[in-house]
């Protein structure tokens, strides 16, 4: 049973505008969210991570929010360059269980000139 | 470059070998992590070790083994190789904070990528 469920697999969006992932969690454990981008040929690079004592945290061009009611989070990236064109997987832990990050399987984004 | 090194970047063997993976952390970094991804699946983590110790486990096979040693680097062993083995293998440090949980941030090596014909 996936824990961490990422539904789109792909995504396409023009240059400039906003791009936004969307992650599914089901383990009320939870307390600890990353995302990380991932180009071909290369290892997953951490990007933006959020507490669950927050609902948001930002870093630039990325906004990271938490719904914790709803076990959901998002990725925002505005404004989108096709250079953010990457794989993005999102990722929990239940920190006071010290268990290891569960990763989602990816949204492949494709942002266009 | 995320300063996590992982060595060989491809590698093709046959059915029924063994070969071993290795990876240096990032420096100061005591955690290390192996995940494997095989096609369409998202990172699968297998065994986590915390300066020398392992600390955690996660899908890991009984064929797969893996070790830090005192330098903090880590090697991965897979043995009695099968097909379904073929996957990009990925190494992760962090610096270890709280005693070794899994909570900082973790950085990825270019992973390794095997072949099994």
């Known amino acids: 049973d996936q824990q961490v469920k990422q539904n789109s697999p792909s995504l396409s969006v023009q240059e400039g505008r906003i791009s936004i992932l969307n992650c599914d969690y089901t383990?009320?454990?939870?307390?600890?969210f990353l995302w990380y981008k991932k180009y071909p040929a290369e290892g997953p690079t951490f990007l933006i991570s959020?507490?669950?004592?927050?609902d948001k945290n930002e870093d630039g061009r990325f906004t990271v929010f938490l719904n914790k009611s709803a076990k959901h989070l998002s990725l925002h990236i505005v404004p989108s360059q096709p250079g953010d064109s990457a794989v993005y997987f999102c990722?929990?832990?239940?920190?006071?269980?010290?268990?290891?990050?569960?990763f989602g399987k990816g949204t492949t984004l494709s942002v266009s000139s | 470059d995320s300063g996590v090194t992982q060595t060989p970047k491809h590698l093709i063997t046959a059915t029924g070998q063994r070969v071993t993976l290795r990876c240096s952390p990032r420096?100061?970094?005591?955690?290390v992590y192996w995940y494997q991804q095989s096609l369409d699946q998202g990172l699968q983590f297998l065994i986590q070790?915390?300066?020398?110790?392992?600390?955690a486990k996660g899908n890991i096979l009984e064929r797969f083994s893996a070790q830090q040693f005192p330098d903090l680097h880590s090697e991965l062993n897979l043995s009695s190789l099968e097909l379904g083995d073929s996957a990009l293998y990925f190494c992760?440090?962090?610096?270890?904070?709280?005693?070794?949980?899994?909570?900082?941030?973790?950085?990825f090596g270019p992973g390794t990528r095997l072949t099994v014909l």
């Open positions: 992760a440090s962090s610096m270890g904070l709280a005693g070794g949980l899994s909570t900082d941030t973790q950085y």
């Open positions: 383990n009320s454990m939870f307390d600890y």
């Open positions: 959020i507490s669950s004592i927050k």
């Open positions: 990722a929990a832990s239940a920190r006071q269980a010290g268990t290891a990050l569960i």
């Open positions: 420096s100061g970094d005591l955690s």
């Open positions: 070790y915390y300066n020398g110790e392992e600390r």
